[in-house]
């Protein structure tokens, strides 16, 4: 039922920018984008989320497409500790907040 | 603040035994979710609860049952336990905020580490 897909895994050297894609052609104009991180069998926590504007934290960037059917994630110096489980979630107005199977993040030194 | 906190941490089951697991949050959210992460297929929701007193269904909600009775606590619990529920179940908590461009995203427990033999 989840409403985003994302490459099974990915890898990245150290010291560069890790780009992460989302497809998520099915959310509707009102549901937010949100990005969570998994490490190692820990809880996962939250990274950054958007609308349609491109966003940006301490922690990464969110470029959201125009049409809003795709998003990518970026980590713009990755380091080992980045190396995780990342997902991306669309928030619906129901609260029915579903998990994909995420992107396993590999960083390499 | 503890965060969301989950008891127990591990547990074995044998098959038809049954158990309660509790999640407790302390940061007075108002959304409450239960969700099951075997290995390679990310985490399912299993049943979520928008207020105290109430509860919903997520994907995977068979062999499972939840109650709210206090705004903090959301209790998972299994009947009859069978060995597909060996999991790892995290609990997550979200507050009620106006805008949604505010930052109101889930926190996750630690996990419940579940063997059922």
């Known amino acids: 039922d989840a409403k985003t897909t994302q490459p099974t895994s990915m890898d990245c050297a150290e010291g560069r920018a890790a780009n992460l894609p989302c497809n998520h052609s099915?959310?509707?104009?009102?549901?937010?984008v949100y990005w969570y991180r998994q490490i190692h069998s820990q809880g996962p926590q939250y990274i950054i989320h958007?609308?349609?504007n491109n966003e940006t934290n301490e922690m990464a960037s969110l470029i959201i497409t125009e049409d809003r059917k795709s998003s990518t994630l970026i980590l713009p110096h990755a380091t080992l500790r980045d190396t995780a489980v990342y997902y991306c979630v669309g928030r619906p107005l129901d609260d029915k907040i579903i998990f994909g199977k995420g992107t396993r993040l590999h960083i390499l030194p | 603040n503890a965060g969301v906190t989950q008891t127990p941490k591990f547990r074995v089951l044998k098959t038809g035994q049954s158990m309660t697991l509790l999640c407790a949050q302390d940061?007075?959210?108002?959304?409450m979710y239960w969700y099951r992460q075997d290995p390679g297929m990310g985490l399912r929701l299993i049943h979520y609860?928008?207020?105290?007193?109430?509860?919903a269904k997520g994907e995977v909600p068979d062999g499972y049952n939840v109650s709210r009775l206090k705004k903090q606590n959301f209790l998972l619990g299994l009947e009859s336990a069978a060995p597909s529920q060996t999991s790892v179940y995290f609990c997550a908590s979200r507050p009620l905020t106006s805008g949604r461009r505010i930052r109101d995203e889930q926190f996750f427990g630690p996990g419940t580490r579940l063997t059922v033999l």
């Open positions: 609860s928008v207020g105290e007193g109430t509860t």
């Open positions: 940061m007075n959210h108002e959304y």
């Open positions: 958007g609308l349609k």
């Open positions: 099915t959310i509707s104009g009102n549901e937010y």
